[in-house]
């Protein structure tokens, strides 16, 4: 590799007056001055005392080209040249319309003969364009053939009837009661990392390894108060009837006498065990809201379910089950020191118009 010999040696100084070096002294000092303007005071400084480019770019960690544009920009139109960025020229990118049209309508109708979907590469090589050029017209149109949204629709005889009680609940409580979500989340496992990871640091993010060791499994019972948002919850080894039982104890207990419980739950075969319907009996202010099959999505507590994985469940680490029953109920603690939450708003006849709308979709296409 060369080197100019001359590269570090001094510079013409840069020409400023004694006000414009205070003026940028200032904005150097000052700690609200923005980055880009910090570091362009500090260019004209150092340039100033005749340093060459090369060693001002070295000295603050920035390029040449950086160094050059700055200074001219400066000599050229002082503190204004400093105070804007440089301009950008215009976009050089043009699609010829008739492509942007195959390329959408390759997209919508058509896949390649080995895959399920196009790639940007795939429909590149079809169309004879640049992967750049087909990820823009993907972007400007909102196609993403990689990805695909999954659905369940329910076959619950009962499905409007089961919707309409629930939503009507949840947009209309009744007075004197308290609503609750109730769930179970089965088979929690307390999970060990084969070997520990590395933490996060700036610029690379914390580790754990792929394989794990399975130290046991809970069962999470848990009651989330619609109104209020606090959750109430218990883990139990097993999921039978005799744990809904005992939760549903729990619940009695923690729920002042003087209100009815009014309980939305899923049709698990443990819900409607004899002996679940007995107890319902012997303690009539329960009552229950079933959702119809297939139609986890209605019950709220679905959601918190799905928070408590997310953040604390998923990346933890666990040798026992004792230490995740123990995090679980620290993390219903905090929860509940601060609870949010979650608002029905949608109307049951407008989730029924928009599945009817689906299956009148489906049988269009198929």
């Known amino acids: 590799m060369c080197y100019n010999a001359n590269m570090w040696e001094k510079a013409d100084a840069l020409i400023m007056t004694e006000n414009q070096q205070k003026t940028l002294e200032v904005w150097v000092r000052a700690k609200k001055t923005p980055q880009r303007t910090f570091l362009r005071s500090r260019i004209c400084l150092v ?5 060459s480019h090369n060693a001002i770019a070295k000295r603050l960690a920035t390029t040449r080209t950086t160094v050059l544009l700055w200074t001219k920009r400066f000599r050229e139109q002082g503190f204004p040249g400093l105070s804007k960025d440089a301009p950008h020229g215009p976009s050089t990118r043009r699609f010829d ?3 942007v049209k195959a390329i959408v309508e390759a997209t919508l109708h058509t896949k390649p003969a080995d895959s399920t979907h196009w790639s940007t590469r795939t429909m590149a090589k079809a ?3 640049s992967h750049a050029t087909v990820q823009r017209i993907w972007d400007a149109h909102g196609l993403q053939p990689h990805r695909v949204k999954t659905f369940k629709l329910s076959k619950d005889k009962r499905f409007e009837e089961k919707l309409t009680d629930v939503v009507g609940v949840y947009l209309n409580p009744p007075d004197k009661a308290v609503v609750l979500c109730v769930d179970e989340k089965t088979q929690v496992q ?3 990392r084969t070997q520990p990871g590395l933490p996060m640091k700036k610029g690379r993010c914390g580790t754990m390894t792929h394989d794990y ?3 046991g499994t809970t069962c999470l019972f848990a009651a989330m108060n619609v109104l209020e948002g606090k959750v109430l919850g218990s883990c139990y080894p097993r999921h039978r009837h005799q744990e809904f039982l005992k939760f549903l104890r729990t619940i009695e207990r923690e729920v002042p006498s003087e209100l009815d419980i009014h309980m939305i739950l899923d049709n698990y075969g443990t819900h409607g065990h004899p002996n679940v319907k007995t107890w319902l009996e012997k303690h009539p202010r329960f009552k229950l809201h079933f959702t119809p099959t297939s139609s986890s999505w209605l019950n709220l507590v679905e959601r918190w379910f799905g928070e408590i994985t ?3 469940i998923r990346r933890g680490v666990f040798k026992s089950v004792p230490e995740l029953i123990a995090a679980i109920e620290e993390y219903i603690r905090c929860h509940n020191e601060d ?3 979650f608002v029905w708003t949608k109307r049951a006849k ?3 118009d928009k599945i009817a709308h689906c299956k009148a979709v489906f049988e269009t296409l198929h």
């Not at 340039?47 to 340093?51: D, K, L, P, Y």
């Open 339 to 341: 609870p949010k939450p």
């Open 47 to 51: 340039a100033a005392e005749g340093v």
């Open 190 to 192: 307390a999970l060990d």
């Open 310 to 312: 997310r953040k604390r």
């Open 350 to 352: 407008d989730i029924i």
């Open 213 to 215: 060791k399975r130290n």
């Open 97 to 99: 319309a008739e492509k």
């Open 127 to 129: 169309q004879g364009v």
